[in-house]
């Protein structure tokens, strides 16, 4: 694909009629490196230098797996605030692996979350419960189906 071409890819959920998200566009900058712009946010993706990059950015694996992460802790925080427990402390780690076979992807994801000391023990279900079903759990659980279209193409037949 050369500079310039235009390649949309479309996410929609098939169990239930899609709502339209927020536009995003991601544009080449050099190397390996990619601006990602969401809703006049700006990000970076890029590769590290073993594998061609500048590393000026996390890769988009990495983002993936953060975007994941990140979920799991909005849902933390909003249960903790909805039953009046305070968020301090509230952080989680992740880490995952890679398949060794094809196709390329993300084999496994293991997230802890290190709730606030003032959680009871008895909130713990609950909590894992609200927890377990962030948007991007479900959206990984329930996969949607991705349409790529190409646009700008010079070899159309």
Not at 69 to 89: E, I, M, N, P
């Amino acid at each position: 694909m050369r500079q310039g071409q235009l390649v949309s890819v479309a996410v929609t959920a098939e169990t239930t009629p899609a709502e339209t998200a927020p536009a995003m566009e991601v544009g080449f900058r050099s190397g390996e490196t990619y601006e990602i712009a969401i809703r006049g946010h700006r990000v970076i993706a890029d590769q590290p230098a073993e594998d061609g990059g500048r590393d000026e950015g996390p890769t988009p694996t990495e983002l993936f797996v953060a975007s994941l992460a990140s979920c799991v802790a909005y849902y933390a925080g909003r249960y903790l605030t909805r039953h009046g427990y305070s968020r301090d402390g509230l952080h989680v780690s992740v880490d995952y692996e890679m398949a060794v076979d094809r196709p390329a992807r993300v084999a496994a994801i293991r997230l802890t979350v290190h709730a606030p000391a003032d959680l009871p023990a008895e909130r713990i279900p609950a909590f894992t419960a609200v927890i377990s079903h962030c948007t991007v759990h479900n959206s990984i659980g329930v996969p949607p189906r991705v349409t790529i279209d190409i646009t700008g193409s010079a070899s159309t037949p």
